[in-house]
């Protein structure tokens, strides 16, 4: 289920920007801002989706897993690694849409 709200979130974030950069930046310039767009949230997306795994330890990972806060912790990390994946799937999008157009 949540695999379709991600995939409707991408499309939706994905033509918002399509549409904004459309209106916003001359015909000329489409490719480049496209891109530019696509690689800085392919970076964010990356970054979204592992900052909580790379900052923890592995006394904390055993410890959060023996303990009900922790699998809530757990939870809240695997919803931020979603959103991220969202980011990253709306920045290949638009480095797509960079590539149709060019």
Do not use: C, N
Request: charged residues 15%; without cysteine.
């Amino acid at each position: 289920m949540w695999l379709l709200a991600l995939a409707g979130a991408t499309y939706i974030g994905s033509v918002a920007i399509i549409v904004a950069i459309v209106t916003a930046v001359p015909v000329v310039s489409w490719t480049k801002a496209f891109r530019i767009v696509g690689l800085a949230l392919s970076a964010a997306g990356a970054v979204i989706a592992l900052s909580p795994r790379v900052m923890r330890t592995r006394e904390q990972v055993e410890r959060e897993l023996s303990m009900f806060d922790g699998r809530e912790r757990l939870w809240r990390d695997t919803l931020i690694a979603r959103y991220g994946l969202l980011a990253l799937a709306i920045g290949f999008i638009q480095q797509l849409v960079a590539a149709l157009i060019s």
